[in-house]
């Protein structure tokens, strides 16, 4: 499995855990910034995660902000993409078995590590149910 990442600056840190988090779990990761806390523009960094999964690149993506809203925003701009601000165990769940989100969004100043790596396990177990939520996610970008 391989899985993009990217962040802004109210992310990096966080970002940099999950990298080193999903690496030690043997997952190969794309890190396309940014690369340190100077001030960027998260739309930026959103584009790079969705052009990579769209070009499959990446079976999945990462983007973190500071609340990951700005970032999700940008992200779900593009057809084919659906990211998920995974505020909650069961959101992470819901996600993928309703939405089969590709993408994974986290708020670097509004959520905890922890809370964090849990979600994104839980995510990279959960199985899409198909069926009627194929019909409404074929909808998405009609
Ligand atoms: C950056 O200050 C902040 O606005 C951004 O990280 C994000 O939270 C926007 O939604």
Do not use: W
Request: hydrophobic share 40%.
């Amino acid at each position: 499995m391989k899985i993009a990442i990217a962040s802004d600056h109210a992310g990096f840190d966080t970002k940099t855990f999950i990298v080193g988090y999903l690496k030690g779990k043997g997952i190969e990761v794309a890190d396309l910034g940014t690369n340190n806390d100077t001030s960027v523009d998260y739309p930026l960094y959103a584009d790079k995660v969705a052009a990579h999964i769209l070009a499959q690149k990446a079976d999945y993506g990462i983007l973190v902000c500071g609340t990951g809203i700005g970032i999700s925003i940008r992200a779900n701009r593009h057809k084919g993409i659906r990211a998920a601000i995974l505020y909650s165990d069961d959101v992470a769940l819901m996600a993928r078995k309703h939405n089969d989100a590709n993408v994974m969004v986290f708020g670097g100043r509004t959520m905890n590590i922890n809370d964090i790596c849990r979600r994104i396990d839980i995510f990279l177990t959960a199985q899409f149910d198909g069926g009627r939520h194929q019909t409404r996610i074929d909808l998405l970008d009609k």
